[in-house]
């Protein structure tokens, strides 16, 4: 019982130099009705596994001077009480490596009631100055806060995370369940804020956030509701990729003060890699505030590329200054990033939205598809992006390829896959001076050679495919002058065929496809 834990360990393991061997194991254990579950102040070489930590008043793990251990496929659920801050794992000042995984965790919580003043904070899994961390696999979901406090003071604050890593080196975030956590804040003050944190990478050295599944996140009834589904800040060089950022919501009455939402905010990061991620659906209601399924600001050199925004919305209506429903907002300080290969469609407001003081920023090969009420057709009072700046480049300046308008796709009356005329954004100079056509250009650079009674066809590949698509190639032909007929498809880019018997004339035809067009 001592610091209240129902299973205390105390600088155990110190001769273990290699690694992870399991030296020290607590397996198949059940920890309930203390104040943290388990408690580790010292261990080298430590296995907590398989053991089912619930019912404590205020954290479920708390580690701290660990180092080669791991805490697997536990099942930490019910810990928290009134008014505290509550954790299912708190990780704090271990020099790894360290692996948290296969964890469920679930129903972490808080309860602060009225009159109590200060702010509570629940915490899935918490990781903070820990290096060489790994949290992969787990399942964090159903925890939540219930704040029926009516305090004045607005340092009163309370907040949910799902994951949350702070200050740690070279942390690992990856393959992790975060869902269907919850804030229910019962209308309280007109000044304290309520946050909800899918995943909150802060402080970070040298992260990998990777295939994370972050969904159904959600505060109910605030006057300030701040939704984040997956926030990062000053952490440079991080790799962002391949999560999935859908179903989060911010669900507020008209009389909110305020209710944002945004699937993955940036904050002074630089050099960072963002791809192949899915922000998808996150929607707000309530009368005031901005949703964005990807915010950024004050970053530079950072490379977008690759990823699906779609569907990003909001249900109530909203005041100048703070636009709602935006596929990608790029606000002050955005310098020198790159956007490329994106597709970003239906969303409620604009595509890609550039406040004043965004600097050289390239836009090129991105799609953009029926956002901000857009049809197929093209009207100047509805552009899909709006660029505020005036030295970012909306297309690519030596290989004059700029992006796919779903509202601007003909004429291209010269067939160089290039619309005719630019398209004209909103904005006080230049516009996107090469449209694309459609998603795929054309098949280039033809040969074709006759060699022993057969034909030997190469082509090249073409200038540009998009929607992250592969390119394959129906091989057609003529015979005589008749029409052209299918012969083959490939994704290669040559091919050979038998000459047809008494034929006079064969033509041949290749057409590039994907799944997106042709």
Same mark, same amino acid.
């Given at each position: ?122 915490? %899935? @899994? ?5 290096? *060489?961390?790994?949290?992969?696999? &787990?399942? #964090? +979901? $159903? /925890? ?53 944190? %899918? @995943? ?5 050295? *040298?992260?990998?956030?990777?295939? &994370?599944? #972050? +969904? $159904? /996140? ?301």
């Amino acid at each position: 019982t001592y610091y209240g834990a129902a299973i205390h360990i105390e600088d155990v393991g110190d001769d273990a130099g290699g690694p992870i061997d399991g030296r020290i194991s607590l397996e198949g254990m059940s920890c309930s009705n203390s104040i943290e579950g388990v408690r580790v102040d010292g261990a080298v070489g430590l296995t907590l596994n398989d053991s089912v930590i619930s019912h404590n008043q205020m954290k479920g793990v708390y580690g701290t001077g660990m180092r080669w251990s791991i805490i697997a496929n536990n099942t930490i659920s019910y810990n928290g009480g009134t008014g505290v801050q509550a954790a299912g794992i708190h990780l704090f000042w271990n020099d790894g490596p360290l692996m948290v995984s296969g964890n469920e965790v679930h129903d972490t919580y808080s309860i602060r009631e009225n009159g109590s003043g200060s702010g509570v904070e629940v915490k %899935g @899994i918490f990781s903070t100055s820990n290096t *060489d961390i790994q949290i992969t696999d &787990n399942i #964090v +979901r $159903d /925890n939540y806060l219930v704040d029926t406090d009516m305090a004045l003071a607005s340092n009163s604050n309370s907040r949910v995370y799902g994951v949350h890593s702070l200050s740690d080196t070279r942390p690992v975030l990856m393959d992790n369940e975060v869902r269907g956590n919850e804030a229910l804040a019962m209308m309280n003050s007109s000044y304290a804020r309520t946050y909800m944190y %899918g @995943i909150h990478l802060a402080d970070g050295h *040298d992260a990998l956030v990777q295939a &994370n599944d #972050v +969904r $159904d /996140n959600v505060i109910l009834a605030s006057k300030w509701a701040y939704v984040y589904a997956m926030i990062v800040q000053t952490s440079p060089e991080v790799i962002i990729s391949g999560n999935i950022i859908t179903g989060n919501s911010a669900l507020n009455p008209p009389t909110s003060n305020y209710s944002g939402i945004y699937g993955l905010y940036m904050m002074n990061c630089a050099w960072a890699t963002v791809t192949g991620n899915e922000v998808s659906h996150n929607i707000k209601v309530g009368n005031t505030g901005m949703s964005a399924g990807i915010y950024m600001a004050n970053v530079d050199n950072n490379t977008l590329e690759g990823n699906l925004i779609s569907s990003n919305n909001f249900t109530e209506g909203d005041y100048a200054g703070n636009p709602s429903g935006i596929g990608v907002y790029l606000n002050s300080g955005v310098n020198d990033c790159r956007f490329v290969s994106n597709e970003i469609s239906y969303n409620y407001a604009q595509a890609i939205y550039l406040a004043a003081n965004t600097n050289r920023n390239d836009l090129f090969l991105n799609v953009f598809d029926h956002n901000a009420l857009t049809t197929d057709t093209y009207d100047p009072n509805l552009p899909q992006c709006v660029d505020t700046s005036s030295s970012n480049v909306w297309y690519h300046e030596t290989d004059l390829l700029g992006n796919l308008w779903t509202d601007w796709t003909s004429p291209d009356a010269d067939g160089n896959d290039i619309v005719d005329d630019p398209y004209v954004i909103d904005k006080p100079a230049g516009d996107d001076l090469y449209p694309l056509t459609g998603p795929v250009a054309r098949a280039t650079s033809p040969s074709i050679q006759a060699v022993n009674g057969s034909v030997h066809l190469a082509w090249s590949s073409p200038a540009y495919v998009l929607y992250g698509d592969d390119v394959r190639y129906e091989v057609q032909r003529s015979v005589n002058g008749s029409g052209f007929s299918l012969l083959a498809t490939t994704d290669l880019t040559t091919y050979v065929d038998t000459f047809p018997a008494g034929a006079a004339d064969v033509a041949y035809r290749i057409v590039a496809c994907t799944d997106h067009g042709r």
